[in-house]
């Protein structure tokens, strides 16, 4: 549609007039192409749980690299907010017809557990 800007053509072009550099792909490059970024919009939402925060729909991913964890854009259902959540906080939510049941962290967790490693259950050790 002609004359019609769309929310990344706008930070595209604000953008290039400060000098950064944009692969064809839309990553974001440093002022003299050193530094990249990704940032991929996920659609749909990735339903998701952060470790401390609650589950919630991830939204968005940024990835700054080989040296860096992935980070998670992800909205909280029980408080609304918007976390960037890094790789290590994030688990996937359980799903019934993909067989994937809750994580054992997740589960730890909830019990009161801050370690994030699932409860031994009773018994003396061998």
Known sequence: MKGVLHKKDISIAAGEREGWNFGGNGALGGKNSELSMSFQQLDPPIPVHVLDKGSGFAIAVI??????????????????????????????????????????????????????EPAVSGGKPN
């Open 63 to 116: 990835d700054y690299g080989q040296e860096h964890n992935l980070i998670w854009v992800t909205a909280i259902n029980d408080t609304g907010e918007i976390w960037c959540a890094p790789n290590p906080r994030v688990r996937m939510e359980p799903n019934w017809t993909m067989g994937r049941a809750k994580s054992p962290a997740v589960t730890a967790r909830s019990t009161g557990d801050c370690s994030g």
